[in-house]
């Protein structure tokens, strides 16, 4: 098969695992803050992941709008906003916040969701986005329909042919990009200086073919002390028996190093699609000192990888500063979001949610670098 041949079959193979994985099974079971049911929606890219949030307060950002744009944004508003430009972006992001749950627009359907922070999309060739719009409203009436995590330069195609369907488009975050990790090492002295870490390093390397049973509890452990305790209590909370099931359907791939003891003692966690990989598992024993270099430690295991399979790397948001002086490019992540076949008072929410979103939260997003 040629390469894209390759990529399609992939794709259409993660899929059917992800299927075969969560299809029927209540996903509170495996990530505890996550209460959606998970569907699949056909395409001839294969049956498409989707998830089904009917509007429970509280649940993680990657399958609630409301806690994307109203509690997760009020976090980040105050942990990173300067004085004089947190407290009215806190008023704005409370005053949107009601609107949503007035409006209904957390009952939500995520086509091609995932359950990551950062969803991968097959090639549009093999998709009608149209279609798929036409079919989920058939199959949802009464929700929203998004498609998260696209970027102008990875996926422009998609986000001209959703919009063209009727969608909206919705600010989300600022990500980064590396297209050719070789190209840079030479240009960013950082990169090379984790790198040669990788080597450098006393505690030991633990390979994808070296991760045992016990390993998956102390992964979610130190993802939890990395995106829970230091970051948010609405990323969603893997639990190890999630990452057991993951790993052995070949969806995640581990990699990190072992301490003295033979725990974990960093890691990070690589899905791929194509020639793209993500990141959205990176976990580190906070405890330990800074010197130790944990956290360069894991990041510099995804860039080896990019490295040496030829890969490119979305490492998805924040650490921003940490990823632009190793080469990432900034660029803006959007939902597509459509609304017109719901009620007014959605409809509303939705294009307020697009306006504020790409007139006021893109310019601070690239203002202060986030």
């Known amino acids: 098969m040629n390469a894209p041949a390759i990529e399609e079959a992939r794709f259409a193979a993660s899929a059917r695992a992800f299927a075969a994985l969560h299809a029927g099974r209540d996903v509170a079971t495996l990530v505890p803050n996550l209460h959606a049911r998970i569907e699949t929606l056909g395409s001839t890219a294969g049956e498409l992941p989707v998830t089904v ?54 009952r939500a359907v995520s086509i091609n969701n995932w359950l990551l922070s950062t969803n991968l ?16 409203v058939a199959r949802w009436p009464g929700h929203t329909l998004w498609f998260r995590s696209l970027n102008a330069h990875d996926n422009a195609d998609w986000l001209a042919a959703l919009q063209a369907a009727g969608c909206q488009l919705v600010t989300s975050r600022q990500v980064y990009l590396y297209d050719d990790v070789d190209t840079l090492i030479g240009r960013h002295g950082n990169l090379k200086a984790d790198l040669a870490l990788l080597r450098k390093t006393p ?48 969806l995640l791939t581990f990699e990190g190093f072992r301490a003295d003891d033979d725990r974990l003692a960093c890691v990070v966690g690589l899905f791929r699609q194509g020639r793209t990989a993500t990141a959205p ?9 800074q010197k130790t270099g944990l ?8 860039y080896r990888a990019c490295l040496e399979h030829g890969w490119r790397l979305n490492f998805s948001a924040g650490a921003a500063g940490f990823k632009r002086l190793r080469g990432g490019v900034a660029t803006i992540e959007y939902s597509a979001v459509y609304a017109r076949h719901l ?8 294009a ?5 979103s790409c007139r006021l939260g893109t310019p601070l997003l690239r203002r202060f670098r986030l």
Request: glycine share 8%; with cysteine; charged share 20%.
């Open 121 to 136: 999309y097959p090639a549009l060739g093999l998709v009608d986005p149209t279609s798929l719009v036409q079919d989920a």
């Open 343 to 350: 009620p007014r008072r959605t409809r509303m929410a939705v």
């Open 53 to 106: 949030h009917d509007g429970r307060a509280g649940d993680a950002w990657v399958c609630s709008p409301r806690t994307t744009y109203a509690d997760y944004a009020a976090e980040e508003s105050a942990r990173y906003l300067p004085g004089w430009a947190a407290p009215p972006s806190l008023r704005m992001i409370a005053s949107l916040g009601h609107l949503l749950q007035w409006s209904g627009i957390d």
């Open 203 to 250: 505690l030991r390397h633990c390979g994808d073919q070296d991760i045992a049973e016990a390993d998956y509890a102390r992964i979610a452990e130190l993802y939890a002390l990395l995106y829970i305790g230091k970051h948010s209590r609405f990323n969603p909370i893997y639990g190890a028996e999630f990452l057991r099931l993951w790993h052995r359907a070949g």
């Open 281 to 289: 598992i990176v976990g580190y024993d906070t405890a330990r000192p």
């Open 295 to 302: 956290y360069r430690l894991a990041t510099a295991c995804a």
């Open 352 to 356: 307020a949610l697009s306006t504020l």
